[in-house]
């Protein structure tokens, strides 16, 4: 195999970090998490959206904790020992940032192909339907992929799609 | 190995010229102006003074007079950095005892050439 | 030996950067006329020391521009012309080109070397103008006489003075011997001279020389070994024919120990490749004097000492040396808080570093617009951390050539108001508890109030504009959008406004206010916190949630009293204290805490911020402690009443209030 060849599977394929919420599937670029991390309590920041759940110490380095169930307005639950933090980082306009979601559970790593993300459907709200990057069907389960930079920065609500209208079925 | 006293107010000269005696495995003390210089000489004395012309506080000219009042520095080589524009400072230094001149610009090769030139 | 020069180029960047600010400086306060031979002697020095380093570590374009400066500055410190104010305008412009060239040297670029080239004739136009010739050749050599012969003979008679200068006879001897090899060379001593063993100084030379070189050598070699004492002795060189010399000539290359003609100048040619190495990212570098280096030093020593009486105490540690152990902690407490000041004083820098630059732009500027300027600067001694210096110097020159594009008037309009033609600028910095404040101020027009308001209400940025009083409409040159400049004028008007300058100063949690009267002037008010990096807080406990409130802001802390508290009807309640009435900011409502929260046992901190008095409502008073300051916008974004984070000993988070953010948020919200 010719080393471009590598390079054109390298770019084809992307790993992703796969969790668990509300028993969906998501999937967060993998070169964008730093740390995984438990539950620990955090300090609440003034009037900050209900879904930002305070800021942590992070080795020196203040980082805010966003609640990914609330942050879809899911229904949120009591965190316990097993509650799960993904620290992830991205590069904004403004540097780097660092924040940690709250999921339910980590699942799994995936090596996934361009070519089989799927468009997630239309939300009917165009403008903010870019935390979504597709859907990929991976044994069978469906797989959401967030996009990690607009997750973190918008200040919009954000919707999930309904799937039980997406067949998932033929890729 | 013999010991020199470097004397110059730029840092960088000052630098260049302690790297490079030092290199060539002289002992090499340094001096920002003529004052710090004096202070220095006073305490000890080195096998040869290579000093600036041109600095605050006490100047090289300045600075080669009082050493030369220094039982000490009597013979002393006190080698002056001058430049080519500063012609009469060539007669002044001297007029003020001092034993020569280096030509500013020059490099640590020319440099090293005069200095073993003079400690033969 | 080769030496790596480069290694010196960054040292060399940083003091001839140095160098020009002095230079600059100096010229600034020159007038043309002047006979202030010390402040030319300083700037003379400082062009020296640049072309000096400039020609070793092979910089020729700055060398060589450099050169003409220098000549020209040393006929006016020699009296040979007088200080005009074209020559100061040039020197200026000097400053300017050397810095450009060696700013571009310095990040690995290839320099511009045009304006450099034009003010190189410029200078030499004036050296050319001069009565005063130049410095004639000091060579007396007759040039027939530079032909190599085939030998040489030397008669070489120093004066008596000739030891007192370092200058050792011998030393030529060897020289030459190294020169053309020791079998070429025979030397007569004449001690004719010689006088009584009574009479003697064993300082003096007495002696004299002959020296036979049979050996063909460049006249210009054995010149150079007598250089340093030809004025010093009689010497007369006899070139020997071919008749005269009695041996083969021996190659001078071949010669292993001669030495290269040791102090020919290089010349000053233009070398084609840049020196530096290629681009390299510039190390921020900071001076710190010695004495700082040395007290911490010293307290890096008392720390030391602590350390190893308390490692001692632990090793065989019993109850009875517990009172010493404590002394220990507390010794250990002290000399860590100690350090941790002293450590951040090596950021301080004195704000002349950023006041340094106005007198050249006042003097630049007012000239562009015709304006006479008297420019003024105080307390450029105030300290400041080098981050909070860097930050503040753009929003400063904004404001400066605001005050001298809008404030400042013309010498007619100034005449015609009764005023003196001369405007006055005055930048003062001074420290006010944990803060710098900067004023900028002018006895120049004033805000206009009417125009501001017109063009507020133009721009829609006021809806009810007769409700405003003129601190009000003041405050509306600060808002996004504002700008009253009729034309954009190219001296402030390059599309920044008051509120980039505004918002500059915010990012580093300060404030800037204006107060004005129309026809007297404007005052513009910067206040900044010391340093960036860290505060003493007083840490309260809010419901379940701790915070701190900069201990500089506390005036008192007292027990609330619910019932002195007065409501008044759609406001903020206000509680008497003394003879003030306090408005009262309940700081859980404030942040939203939902967390159920008791009052009846809280606590009144009193803060004084821009906005006045204000008094927090606490749960409790806990600890006193120097916090470092975290940022909170980092990862997340601007908080309104928060000016960032800090880390507690237990490692959890708690956030710093800004007291005057807290004031103004409360305000809103109660509106």
């Known amino acids: 195999m010719s080393s471009e060849d590598v390079e054109v599977q390298a770019s084809d394929e992307q790993q992703y970090l796969t969790f668990i919420m509300a028993e969906e599937e998501y999937g967060v670029d993998i070169l964008a998490v730093q740390e995984i991390r438990g539950w620990e309590e955090t ?129 | 190995m013999p010991s020199i006293l470097a004397v110059d107010d730029s840092a960088s000269m000052r630098q260049m010229v302690t790297f490079t005696l030092k290199g060539a495995g002289f002992e090499v003390a340094e001096a920002k102006d003529g004052q710090e210089a004096l202070a220095l000489a006073q305490q000890k004395k080195y096998d040869l003074v290579l000093s600036d012309v041109n600095m605050p506080n006490m100047n090289g000219i300045e600075l080669v007079k009082a050493l030369r009042q220094l039982a000490d520095y009597k013979f002393v080589p006190v080698l002056m950095l001058t430049t080519e524009s500063t012609g009469d400072m060539k007669t002044q230094g001297k007029q003020a005892g001092a034993t020569g001149w280096i030509v500013k610009p020059f490099n640590p090769d020319q440099l090293l050439n005069t200095i073993r030139r003079v400690l033969g | 030996m080769s030496v790596d020069l480069s290694q010196f180029h960054q040292v060399f960047f940083e003091e001839s950067l140095e160098g020009l600010d002095i230079m600059e400086a100096q010229l600034l306060q020159l007038q043309a006329g002047s006979t202030d031979m010390e402040a030319v002697n300083t700037i003379f020095r400082a062009a020296h020391s640049i072309k ?70 410029e200078l030499q136009k004036v050296l050319d103008s001069s009565a005063v010739p130049e410095t004639a050749s000091t060579d007396v050599v007759p040039a027939a006489a530079q032909s190599s012969a085939q030998g040489w003979l030397i008669e070489f008679r120093p004066d008596v003075d000739l030891l007192r200068t370092g200058n050792e006879p011998f030393r030529m ?177 004195p704000i002349s570093f950023a006041f340094s630059r106005f007198p050249r732009l006042v003097r630049d500027v007012g000239g562009q617009l015709g304006k006479q300027v008297q420019l003024k600067l105080m307390g450029e001694d105030t300290e400041l951390d080098k981050t909070v210096m860097e930050k503040i110097g753009d929003p400063l020159v904004h404001l400066v050539r605001n005050s001298l594009d809008h404030g400042l008037e013309t010498p007619e309009i100034r005449r015609q108001s009764g005023k003196s033609e001369v405007g006055h600028l005055t930048l003062n910095a001074y420290h006010q508890g944990g803060n710098i404040v900067i004023e900028i101020s002018d006895d120049g027009a004033g805000l206009n109030e009417e125009k501001i308001l017109r063009k507020a209400v133009e721009r829609g940025l006021v809806s009810v504009p007769e409700a405003l009083t003129p601190e009000e409409i003041h405050q509306l040159i600060f808002l996004p959008g504002f700008s009253t400049a009729d034309t954009v004028s190219d001296i402030s008007g390059r599309g ?32 900044l916190p010391l340093t960036l990096a860290i505060l003493d807080g ?134």
């Not at chain 1, 800021?55 to 009591?78: A, C, H, Q, S, Y």
């Not at chain 1, 339907?129 to 992929?145: P, T």
């Not at chain 3, 012309?81 to 080109?97: C, G, K, W, Y």
């Not at chain 3, 802390?557 to 008497?576: D, F, T």
């Open chain 1, 43 to 171: 300090t609440s920041i003034p009037n900050a959206p209900d879904y930002i759940q305070g800021v942590i110490n992070l080795r020196g380095t203040i980082v805010p904790i966003m609640d990914l169930r609330r942050r879809f307005g899911l229904k949120p639950v009591e965190y316990s020992p097993i509650t799960v933090v993904i620290i992830l980082k991205v590069s904004t306009d403004q540097g780097e940032k660092v924040m940690g979601i709250v999921v339910d559970a980590v699942s799994d790593v995936y090596s996934i192909k361009h070519s089989d993300v799927r468009q997630p459907p239309d939300l009917n709200q165009d403008d903010n339907s870019d935390f979504l990057r597709g859907l990929v069907n991976v044994k069978d389960k469906m797989v959401i992929l967030l996009d990690v930079g607009t997750l973190l920065t918008s200040r919009h609500p954000l919707e999930l799609p309904s799937l039980s209208e997406y067949d998932p079925g033929h890729a």
């Open chain 3, 173 to 349: 001897v060897r020289e030459i011997c190294e020169l053309v090899g020791q079998e070429a060379v025979t030397v007569e001593v004449d001690s004719s001279a010689l006088v009584d063993i009574q009479t003697l100084d064993p300082t003096s030379c007495y002696l004299s020389w002959q020296i036979r070189i049979d050996c063909a050598i460049e006249l210009s070699n054995l010149q150079e070994v007598f250089e340093w004492v030809e004025d010093e002795c009689d010497i007369r060189y006899q070139a020997l024919s071919q008749a005269h010399a009695t041996r083969d000539v021996p190659e001078l290359e071949a010669q292993p120990e001669a030495p290269v003609p040791a102090v020919e100048p290089e010349p000053l040619a233009v070398k084609e490749e840049v020196p530096a190495a290629a681009k390299r990212p510039v190390d921020a570098s900071i001076r710190v004097s010695i004495d700082k280096v040395d007290s911490l030093i010293n307290m890096v020593g008392e720390l030391v000492i602590t350390q190893s009486m308390l490692s001692q105490l632990g090793q065989d540690f019993d109850l009875s040396s517990l009172a010493r152990l404590q002394q220990g902690l507390m010794q250990l407490e002290q000399n860590t808080r100690e350090l941790q000041e002293n450590v951040m004083k090596i950021r301080m820098l």
């Open chain 3, 496 to 527: 920044v406004g008051m509120d980039v300058v505004k918002r500059n100063i915010q990012e580093l949690n300060g404030s800037i206010e204006v107060q004005s009267e129309q026809g007297v002037g404007s005052t513009f008010t910067i206040r």
């Open chain 3, 538 to 671: 007083q840490l309260v406990r809010v419901g379940n949630e701790k915070y701190v409130i900069p201990l500089v802001s506390i005036v008192e802390s007292i027990q609330l009293e619910p019932r002195n508290m007065n409501h008044i009807a759609g406001s903020q309640p206000v509680m008497p204290l003394r003879d003030e009435y306090i408005p009262i900011v309940c700081m859980k409502d404030v942040f939203s805490l939902t967390k159920n929260t008791d009052l009846s046992d809280a606590m009144l901190v009193i803060v004084d911020g821009e906005r006045g008095k204000v008094g927090l409502v606490v749960n409790e008073l806990l600890g006193q402690q120097q916090v470092v300051i975290k940022s909170l916008e980092q990862n997340y974004e601007r908080v309104p009443g928060i000016s960032g984070a800090t880390i507690l000993g237990d490692g959890t988070v708690a956030l710093i209030i800004d007291v005057t953010g807290l004031h103004k948020h409360s305000n809103e919200r109660a509106a």
């Open chain 3, 52 to 121: 000096g380093g400039a020609g070793t570590f092979g910089f020729a374009d700055v060398a060589q521009f450099t050169h003409l400066v220098e000549t020209l500055l040393d006929e006016i410190r020699a009296g040979q012309r007088p200080v005009t104010e074209h020559a100061i305008e040039l020197f200026l412009q000097s400053v300017d080109v050397l810095r450009a060239l060696l700013l571009a040297l310095q990040q690995g670029e290839r320099p511009d070397l045009s304006t450099a080239e034009q003010l190189k004739q």
